[in-house]
């Protein structure tokens, strides 16, 4: 199972868009919790597509223990849009044999400038792992 938030994709009658990141290198999060080892944080983000579900970028991050709000970087290259959609990890085989891409090995599932300046979607996700998880979250950006 898992269990996600995610930004609005319509405002009114159109199409959510954030700001354009496409001269950035990472997203940034500045987030706590009181499960830091929990393994299944993913962060996604929807643009150029018309299944942001499923065809989102979505990259694994883990949140240092601790009270305090931390800001965890995610570089733009730990993202893949091509993730199973049993674990959300790119560096796996499904159940029906797919095997996945991660950024790293292979430069075609990697966001490119275009998908940094139409984002229209944000996601968070507790997913792939079993286990309690709590996120808390101060701001989402890019630097």
Known sequence: GF??????L????????????????SLVL?????????????VSFAADTINP????????????????????????????NDWSPYTGDCNT?????RTHKCCKDDPSVCPV????????QIGLWAEGHAG???LQVLRVGAI
């Open 3 to 8: 269990c996600n938030l995610e930004t609005k």
């Open 10 to 25: 319509l405002q009114g009658f159109h199409r959510a868009h954030f700001n354009d990141a496409s001269d950035s290198t």
């Open 30 to 42: 500045v987030v706590r919790s009181t499960t830091p080892d929990y393994l299944g944080f993913k």
């Open 53 to 80: 579900q499923f065809k989102s970028f979505k990259a694994n991050f883990k949140v240092p223990p601790g009270s305090d709000w931390q800001t965890v970087m995610v570089p733009w290259t730990d993202f893949s």
């Open 93 to 97: 085989t499904d159940p029906t044999g």
């Open 113 to 120: 400038k275009k998908n940094l300046k139409d984002i229209e």
């Open 132 to 134: 309690k998880f709590n």
